[in-house]
């Protein structure tokens, strides 16, 4: 696709299309480098300051220790996630201490029988991951793979995030641990493309593929002169992806199809958000990510697991339950209803940074992250939590020990989006002195 035929998209236009708000719906986009001026914190409503009464009564500590949860909290927290078939791990994204959480719950719970971990990628991407994390040093081979060919893989370029892959499928799970790609693709275009020249079998097929391949390299170009709309996944023409079709003529269900299928609904979906759709993008994506769910989930069936258990890491607003500030019934919603529906239970955690820290923001122009202010806790719903946050160190509060406590009239006027929290997820956790993840 040439510039003529791409919307006028530019950065600037981009970077205020992403909302500054870690609820964002393109989770991709989330850590868009922002405006990082100073924000004053809204006021505590009444309804809040009635929440921030009541939160200190199910509040207690938690502390990493050797790679280890410890503390008051850890033993509740971890009976939870043990007794629960799927874990959410809903994230702010872009804070070192989340993988951290993220390793030392799945430690634990690798004992318990889970065996699969739901990243935010493609299952395409999560294929390549998995490969590379498997090699020896992991950290090193995935900084290597992304440094040269900026196909890069959203927050697991961070130093961090492969840590934690090189973690899981190397010494934790091994062959045993798989890694499952719930999400869309957003960069990884060429690396699709060569793997469908690597599957064509007629010259036809190698000469579109080749000319795409050239798109999309174009893209790259653009985008770090400061014009994103032209990668190749956000807004390429149907036309030309039926043309690809034409060409490679795959079989139905054959890899080329899956990955031909995987850049179709990828870039319908980072279209409409470059279109200002953000509703069509995220309700698409929502889909999609279930889909792919049900798909690995039914896959580890027919493999001989009568009920497989699953740990899912993702942005979130994906693991929550009920109706997300984008306003649709997320991947979250799902894993509640089928693990309830097999006579189980999930368990989902929210993971935020705390008041005055930083996190990795993604910026889009020169495709690394950089540190900004973490201002989650300026959101309105937020407020009253870390009102009630201990000054030091990690809280942890038990939400579902507060449902049944928010009524009477002095929480009439508590927000849409705090009780959206409080009943969306099981257990909110606060990283008090938290940092910006490590670029690659």
């Known amino acids: 696709m040439n510039a003529s035929t791409a919307p006028s998209v530019t950065l600037a236009k981009l970077t205020r299309l992403a909302s500054s708000a870690w609820f964002v719906g393109v989770a991709c986009f989330a850590c868009l480098a922002s405006d990082s001026s100073a924000i004053a914190a809204p006021a505590l409503t009444s309804a809040d300051s009635a929440l ?90 995935l900084a290597a793979h992304f440094r040269d060919t900026l196909d890069l893989a959203p927050f697991y370029t961070l130093f961090e995030e492969r840590a934690l892959l090189g973690w899981w499928l190397g010494a934790a799970g091994g062959k045993a641990a798989s890694l ?29 593929i080749a000319r795409a391949l050239s798109q999309a390299e174009a893209g790259v170009r653009a985008n770090l002169a400061g014009d994103p709309s032209q990668l190749y996944l956000w807004n390429t023409p149907d036309a030309d992806y039926e043309a690809l079709r034409r060409a490679i003529a795959p079989a139905r269900g054959s890899e080329a199809d899956r990955v031909l299928e995987q850049m179709e609904i990828s870039t319908r979906i980072n279209r409409a958000y470059l279109e200002g759709r953000g509703y069509d993008s995220n309700l698409e994506r929502s889909q999609l990510m279930k889909r792919n769910f ?3 989930y039914r896959a580890a069936q027919a493999a001989g697991e009568r009920a497989p258990r699953v740990f899912l890491k993702l942005g979130a607003n994906h693991v929550q339950r009920g109706r997300t500030e984008t306003q649709v019934h997320d991947l979250g919603s799902l894993v509640a209803d089928l693990a309830e529906a097999e006579g ?34 300026e959101e309105s719903w937020a407020v009253p939590f870390h009102a009630a946050a201990l000054p030091t160190g990690w809280t942890l509060f038990d939400l579902r020990a507060v449902r049944s406590r928010i009524r009477g009239r002095e929480f009439t006027g508590l927000s849409e989006s705090a009780r959206r929290v409080l009943y969306g997820y099981d257990a909110m956790l606060i990283l008090g002195g938290s940092g910006a993840s490590r670029d690659r």
């Open 344 to 377: 189980g239970s999930s368990f989902t955690l929210l993971v935020v940074g705390g008041a005055g820290t930083e996190q990795a923001a993604f910026n889009i122009g020169k495709l690394h992250y950089d540190p900004v202010p973490n201002r989650t806790n």
């Open 52 to 141: 921030a009464r009541l939160l200190p009564s199910v509040r207690s500590t938690l502390e990493l220790r050797d790679g280890k949860l410890v503390g008051p909290a850890a033993g509740r927290l971890l009976q939870a996630a043990r007794e629960a078939r799927f874990v959410g791990l809903g994230e702010d994204h872009g804070i070192r201490e989340v993988p951290a959480v993220a390793q030392a719950l799945l430690a634990e719970l690798s004992a318990a029988g889970f065996r699969h971990l739901a990243i935010e990628v493609s299952p395409f991407t999560a294929g390549r991951l998995a490969q590379l994390a498997l090699a020896k040093e992991p950290e090193s081979r």
């Open 180 to 208: 499952w790609g719930v999400d869309y693709e957003v960069f990884a275009d060429r690396a699709m493309l060569r793997r469908l020249d690597e599957l064509a079998t007629s010259a036809a097929a190698h000469a579109v």
């Open 294 to 296: 049900m798909n690995y």
